[in-house]
């Protein structure tokens, strides 16, 4: 049982139901007991009411791809460090990549992340099983016993499996436990040893380049494997304007087939990287303007289903190298929801694309019944003001890592508030000074 809580005068945004109106929202013990968008909603005794003043109200997002340090590598990230950056962001609920030491490829160890996320977390962590023992791509693992554990997707995180008779047999085994697969795409030959994307400006720099094809080839195999099979395929990332094309042709054949888009790719491009500087060093790698542009286009008309942040902590160590030498990845849980509010202030989609690509979408492809504002819901929300200036400082970032890609950057529009579960788990005013 928790207190009460009634948040009035808040613009309610709700993509499942296309709500977009000034109301109010009570929450009862971890539910949405009722909303209104006109008359009062009813006050219970001792119930905290709370004036947003306009703020925006909306489901709590969901992040389907987090990279995280434990178990093995906790100097990294810790699944408590990583459930407070999340609440920062806004983020109720992230899906946990099966990147560990060791791998996330046993029931007990699902298991034990499950139990260890309720005991350390403030958010909902959503353990994704391996696809592969080891993430070596060759032996598959036990699907069932996965699911029972409580793995909510099958994953190679990182990996990209190239064995395109394993990847039948994966997706035909998924599909009769109606497992979703989220994979990852990179043909490792056409990759070999690149380190950003093909073109003009990795020739300038003097950098091995990774061409599209390297995305585009692997990302066909899939969808071809995808309606033979049945199963539910999520192409992890996609970063180029054929990749869009592929999955828009591929969604009118199977509504089983969906895919996501890093922030990275959304927000940034290859020009950012400009000296060398390896925060921008990721996999995927950034893109051009022109294939940036193409996946914006692929959000606005509903062929990119998700934004995730993609968020990977690294050490100070393997990102203070030669760019060449630097390890992939950077942190996102944090800047997730400004950094995709910076689509709508330059009004290249709507508000009520980019929170559905965070919330229902996310929540429709794992089965959660998340990702909504409707009574009998989960009251996993969030408040956050729509215009609010901020900068990203190293100072502010809750993560154990900072290997950040928008250090610096400024943004509008910030989380003032996230309730998980009917209790407030971060507020604006709890942070800590620069």
């Known amino acids: 049982m928790t207190q009460p809580l009634l948040i009035e005068n808040a613009r309610i945004i709700d993509p499942a ?87 996330v490829d046993d029931g007990a160890l699902v298991d034990f992340l499950v139990r260890r996320a309720k005991a350390t977390s403030v958010v909902n962590i959503l353990p994704a099983a391996a696809i592969t023992k080891g993430l070596k791509g060759e032996d598959m693992t036990e699907f069932g016993l996965l699911r029972e554990a ?57 950098l091995m380049g990774i061409p599209r094809e390297a995305e585009t080839i692997p990302l066909a195999r899939d969808l071809q494997l995808a309606l033979l099979t ?61 294939e940036r ?18 968020h990977d902590p690294q050490d100070v160590e393997v ?16 800047t997730l929801l400004a950094a995709a509010l910076r689509l709508v202030h330059s009004d290249d989609v709507d508000i009520k694309t980019v929170l559905k690509a965070m919330t229902t979408r996310p929540a429709e492809i794992l089965g959660l019944d998340s990702g909504r504002i409707a009574k009998g819901a989960p009251a996993d929300v969030i408040l956050f003001d729509l215009d609010y200036p901020w900068q990203v400082t190293e100072t502010q970032i809750r993560s154990r890592s900072h290997n950040t890609s928008f250090e610096g950057a400024r943004l509008a529009g910030k989380v003032m508030r996230t309730i998980v579960g009917g209790q407030t788990v971060f507020t604006h005013e709890m942070e800590t000074a620069p």
């Open 17 to 103: 139901s296309g709500m977009d109106h000034r109301g109010a929202v009570l929450i009862e013990n971890g539910l949405i007991a009722d909303l209104s968008t006109g008359g009062p909603v009813g006050v219970p005794e001792g119930a905290e009411v709370v004036n947003a003043k306009g703020l925006v109200l909306a489901p709590g997002l969901i992040d389907m791809r987090v990279f995280t340090g434990e178990p093995g590598k906790e100097y990294r990230e810790t699944l408590a460090s990583a459930g407070q950056a999340a609440a920062a962001g806004g983020v109720t609920s992230f899906v946990m990549m099966p990147d560990t030491a060791p791998p």
């Open 150 to 206: 409580g793995a909510v997707c099958l994953s190679d995180g990182r990996k990209s499996i190239q064995s395109t008779a394993l990847l039948r047999t994966a997706f035909s085994y998924a599909a009769n436990y109606d497992m979703t697969i989220v994979h990852h795409l990179c043909d490792t030959d056409l990759a070999a040893n690149g380190v950003m994307n093909e073109g003009l400006f990795a020739t300038i720099l003097g």
């Open 230 to 290: 049945g199963v539910r395929y999520h192409a992890a990332q996609i970063s180029t304007a054929y990749s869009v094309e592929l999955v828009a042709a591929a969604k009118k054949r199977s509504k089983r087939i969906t895919c996501g888009v890093s922030i990275n790719n959304l927000a940034l491009n290859e020009n950012d990287i400009g000296r060398y500087r390896t925060f921008f060093k990721l996999s995927t790698p950034l893109r051009c303007e022109d």
């Open 293 to 310: 542009q193409a996946v914006i286009d692929g959000l606005r008309n509903g062929t990119i289903d998700t934004i995730h942040s993609d």
């Open 319 to 334: 990102k203070r190298q030669p760019f060449a030498e630097a390890s992939d990845g950077a942190i996102g849980l944090e």
